[in-house]
């Protein structure tokens, strides 16, 4: 069974950090790239940041790049996002998502979220300001 686990959402004043996890289980974890989204209240969802771990490629939306880092351990079928710099703009359900990369190669763009295959159930990220 294919199961992708958000978790490490929660509360936190502007200017502060979190770190998300993605545990990933029921598929090959190295054949898949794993991305972010989120979706604020009212709003729709947009993609975050992505990674393929079998070569550590990354990809960012520009409102977060320099804030937010996302990383992958292949070992623990993990990927992580450390969101620092924290804005209330930022307050939304994060999501965790895979894409099978077999023929793509690499990452998706964040705006084809029809390509990611798998999601996982989100996690609230509440920045005040």
């Known amino acids: 069974e294919v199961q992708l686990q958000a978790s490490g959402g929660g509360l936190v004043q502007a200017g502060g950090s979190l770190r998300l996890s993605c545990t990933a289980s029921?598929?090959?974890?190295?054949?898949?790239?794993i991305g972010w989204f989120r979706q604020a209240p009212g709003q729709e969802r947009e993609g975050v940041s992505c990674?393929?771990?079998?070569?550590?490629?990354?990809y960012y939306q520009g409102s977060v790049e320099g804030r937010f880092t996302i990383s992958s351990d292949s070992g623990k079928n993990t990927v992580y996002l450390q969101m620092n710099s924290l804005k209330p703009e930022d307050t939304a359900v994060y999501y965790c998502?895979?894409?099978?990369?077999?023929?793509?190669?690499?990452?998706?763009?964040?705006?084809?979220?029809?390509?990611?295959?798998?999601w996982g159930k989100g996690t609230l990220v509440t920045v005040s300001s």
């Open positions: 998502a895979a894409a099978n990369i077999i023929l793509l190669g690499t990452c998706p763009p964040l705006v084809w979220a029809h390509e990611y295959n798998y």
């Open positions: 990674i393929t771990s079998r070569d550590n490629f990354t």
């Open positions: 029921g598929f090959a974890f190295d054949d898949y790239a």
